[in-house]
């Protein structure tokens, strides 16, 4: 069972708040209500839901095309410097899929969103 919050974030608010690096566009900025980690694409398949924010540690075509399958508002590669693979920077604006990076890893990542959602639901 999925942590969902109450007050959902925008896609732009995350990504600012966070300080991720944006890689594509926002395209419709869409609602985020969770986050989900998780590196082994069969069981995100399965999992993750279409208000998730999802922490990834890779880096490839596939990512594109599970989120585009699960319908995920936003992907943020983790442990990254800034490397994205120009074929799944391609592919992702294709798909109209949103793709962030971040030095941090997806624990501090997660908790980073984990921490916005408390402090937005006590204003």
């Known amino acids: 069972m999925a942590y969902q919050i109450n007050h959902p974030l925008k896609v732009e608010e995350v990504i600012s708040a966070l300080s991720l690096n944006?890689?594509?566009d926002i395209y419709d900025n869409r609602e985020v209500s969770t986050g989900y980690c998780c590196d082994m694409l069969s069981w995100v398949i399965s999992k993750l839901e279409a208000t998730a924010c999802w922490f990834t540690i890779l880096?490839?075509?596939n990512v594109i095309a599970v989120a585009t399958l699960s319908d995920c508002p936003m992907v943020?590669?983790?442990?990254?410097e800034g490397q994205i693979d120009p074929n799944v920077i391609v592919?992702?604006?294709e798909e109209r899929v949103v793709i962030c990076s971040t030095p941090m890893?997806?624990?501090?990542?997660?908790?980073?969103l984990h921490n916005l959602?408390?402090?937005?639901?006590?204003?």
Not at 105 to 112: G, I, L, R, V
Request: hydrophobic fraction near 40%; glycine fraction near 0%.
């Open 105 to 112: 890893n997806s624990f501090m990542a997660a908790c980073a």
């Open 91 to 93: 592919k992702a604006k």
């Open 117 to 123: 959602f408390n402090s937005s639901s006590e204003d």
């Open 59 to 61: 880096n490839s075509l």
């Open 76 to 80: 943020v590669i983790t442990e990254c």
């Open 22 to 24: 944006l890689i594509t």
